[in-house]
Nanobody, 117 residues
Framework: QVHLVESGGGLVQPGGSLRLSCEVSGSIFGRNAMGWYRQGPGQERELVATIFTGGVTKYADFVKGRFTLSRDVAYNAVYLQMNRLEAGDTAVYFC???????????WGQGTQVTVSA
C-alpha cells in the first residue's frame, strides 16, 4: 500500500521561507508526476508545482520564481523550497503522485502553511 508522508509546514512571517518534504512509502511504477497542490480557505485545490519522470517541472504562475521543486528519485521524495512567502500563500499543501497513464493517483493528508505577521 502506498502512503505519502508530508512534513515541513508551519507558521512563518511574510518574506520568510519554508521547505516542504514528501516521501512515498510503498512502491510506485511507471512514468509519473509528483508534486504539490494547495487549498486556501474557501478556495479550490490548485496546482503549485509538479515534476515529471525525466525531470521536467511545471509551476503555477503565482509561484513567480519564489518556489523550487526538486525530486530525489532514489528515495521517491519531492521537496518544495518556498521563499519570499506571502499571506496569500496560506493554505493546506497536499503532496500528490499520479501515474501518467492514470493507473494510480495518491494524495497526502496535507500540511498547513500559515504566513502571518
Amino acid at each position: 500500500q502506498v502512503h505519502l508522508v508530508e512534513s515541513g509546514g508551519g507558521l512563518v512571517q511574510p518574506g520568510g521561507s519554508l521547505r516542504l518534504s514528501c516521501e512515498v512509502s510503498g512502491s510506485i511504477f511507471g512514468r509519473n508526476a509528483m508534486g504539490w497542490y494547495r487549498q486556501g480557505p474557501g478556495q479550490e485545490r490548485e496546482l503549485v508545482a509538479t515534476i515529471f519522470t525525466g525531470g521536467v517541472t511545471k509551476y503555477a504562475d503565482f509561484v513567480k520564481g519564489r518556489f523550487t521543486l526538486s525530486r530525489d528519485v532514489a528515495y521517491n521524495a519531492v521537496y518544495l523550497q518556498m521563499n519570499r512567502l506571502e499571506a496569500g500563500d496560506t493554505a493546506v499543501y497536499f503532496c500528490n503522485v499520479r501515474a501518467l497513464d492514470q493507473s494510480y493517483d495518491y494524495w497526502g493528508q496535507g500540511t498547513q502553511v500559515t504566513v502571518s505577521a
